[in-house]
T-cell receptor, first 116, second 116 residues
């Protein structure tokens, strides 16, 4: 079984609709992240969460909200979808390693969202 | 501002030829550095990472990368490319040291095409 799963894998929706993308992980990691990928722009951070009660905005959080329902679940919502939110969305996790260690991230398979 | 730049958007090499993908970073201090690969329809897989120490880093699938502080670069190399290496490659950076939050900043990505 995959360690980081995302549902749905593909979604087509219409402008103005509310949509939720879900991420679950079995790695036992405390940190979770949402990115969007656009051609030519790489991945950009939308939101990140260090634990259930600690949620932070990333560089492109406008138009998005998140919910950390449990340590293993982190959902991304688009309250009123617009066409320029059409993108590939990735969830990632990492374990907190304080001090002078890297915090390697592990990625889910992605959700391809199309907003018409 | 912190940034990661991959100057080459698209590279085409012949199977069996050598490969070098460029990555430059701009950070206040030397960050942790990563290379990820994304095959079509897949999530991101970590190829290798630089944390500290030896500036030549070995990764999976026969890839290596060299960290050059003087050039703020972390170029990815492979001596002989296989057709299965066709994918998109992302360089990413993470703040090093005690202030590490786990956040990654990605480059724009380089698409590798392999000719038979």
């Amino acid at each position: 079984d995959a360690d980081v799963t995302q549902t749905p894998r593909n979604r087509i929706t219409k402008t103005g609709k509310r949509i939720m993308l879900e991420c679950s992980q079995t790695k036992g990691h405390d940190r979770m992240y949402w990115y969007r990928q656009d051609p030519g722009l790489g991945l950009r951070l939308i939101y990140y969460s260090f634990d259930v009660k600690d949620i932070n905005k990333g560089e492109i959080s406008d138009g998005y909200s998140v919910s950390r329902q449990a340590q293993a679940k982190f959902s991304l919502s688009l309250e009123s979808a617009i066409p320029n939110q059409t993108a590939l969305y990735f969830c990632a996790t990492s374990a907190h390693r304080g001090g002078y260690f890297d915090n390697e991230q592990f990625f889910g398979p992605g959700t391809r969202l199309t907003v018409l | 501002a912190q940034s990661v730049t991959q100057p080459d958007i698209h590279i085409t090499v012949s199977e069996g030829a050598s490969l070098e993908l460029r990555c430059n970073y701009s950070y206040g201090a030397t960050p942790y550095l990563f290379w990820y690969v994304q095959s079509p329809g897949q999530g991101l897989q970590l190829l290798l990472k630089y944390f500290s120490g030896d500036t030549l880093v070995q990764g999976i699938k026969g890839f290596e990368a060299e960290f050059k502080r003087s050039q703020s670069s972390f170029n990815l190399r492979k001596p002989s490319v296989h057709w299965s290496d066709a994918a998109e490659y992302f360089c990413a950076a993470q703040r090093a040291g005690s202030g590490n939050t786990g956040k990654l900043i990605f480059g724009q990505g380089t698409t590798l095409q392999v000719k038979p």
